[in-house]
């Protein structure tokens, strides 16, 4: 008489988190069939393995065995909960004048629970705080790691912090759909947030006209059709202290 086999596994994992593999062991010798009900999958994997879980959450793992004899084991389960990753926002990017500071506007809902750690740490008040100041002599990348206090589970997020030395203005761009100087860029135009911008055909008709310049720049369309390459007329009206407007030429080239 053949005897069933006898179900048992093991869980082991450094942290429990979403999308960090753990893996499953067993100390059952001999030659078996391995069904495994994994909560959202099942596999027929032999042991040790790793699985890693996409969504936090508590999840039945359950097994049973079957030999080549036919025989089957008693399911055996154990239940796992899987935390989450931190939801850290490093927040926007930023570009300020050159010599100047920014603090940076990282942003996580209960904050207090959270151990913070900034790299690289160049240019930084602190780099172990939410919202440190920045002074970066050139344009630095950001990562900000975001640790579970309890689970010790990671989230990390970027951001750019870019100075600026003066404000240039190209003199032409290609917005042809080759993913290169689609768009008229002009950076500098960040430092001043009321700036107005305004592009004239060669007719005098106004095609483009609006603030928040360097979230939506000129794609050298107007009313969704492309427009064909020439010289447009451009105004900005820089809404600063002095009530600066700076008048010149950009050309479409395709």
């Known amino acids: 008489i053949i005897a069933n086999p006898v179900a048992a596994f093991t869980i082991t994992g450094d ?3 979403e999308k960090k593999p753990i893996t499953l062991n067993s100390t059952v010798t001999g030659t078996h069939f391995w069904n495994w009900n994994l909560g959202p999958t099942t596999t027929n994997a032999i ?3 790793t699985h890693s879980f996409a969504n936090a959450g508590t999840y039945t793992i359950r097994l049973f065995l079957s030999n080549p004899e036919g025989c089957n084991s008693a399911p055996v389960s154990q239940s796992i909960t899987i935390n989450p990753v931190p939801a850290i926002n490093a927040g926007p990017d930023k570009m300020i004048n050159a010599g100047s500071s920014t603090t940076i506007d990282a942003s996580i809902l209960n904050a207090g629970n959270y151990n913070f750690l900034w790299t690289p740490a160049t240019y930084l008040s602190a780099a172990t705080i939410l919202n440190p100041v920045s002074t970066p002599d050139n344009s630095t990348l950001y990562t900000i790691e975001a640790i579970d206090k309890l689970s010790n589970c ?9 100075p600026i030395t003066g404000l240039y203005i190209p003199s032409a761009f ?25 592009i004239y055909n060669r007719g005098g008709q106004a095609i483009y006209d609006r603030k928040s310049y360097t979230s939506n720049p000129w794609n050298g369309n ?25 008048k010149g030429t950009v050309t479409i080239i395709r």
């Open 154 to 162: 990671i989230g990390t997020d970027q951001v750019l912090i870019s």
């Open 222 to 246: 107007f009313n969704g059709t492309r427009q064909p390459v020439a010289v447009y007329v451009y105004m900005i009206q820089l809404n600063d202290a002095a009530k600066r407007v700076l």
């Open 47 to 49: 042991p040790p393995f």
């Open 15 to 17: 942290t429990l988190c």
């Open 174 to 198: 290609t917005p042809n759909g080759d993913g290169k100087n689609d768009s008229w860029e002009i950076p500098g135009l960040a430092l001043y947030p009321d700036a107005r911008v305004i």
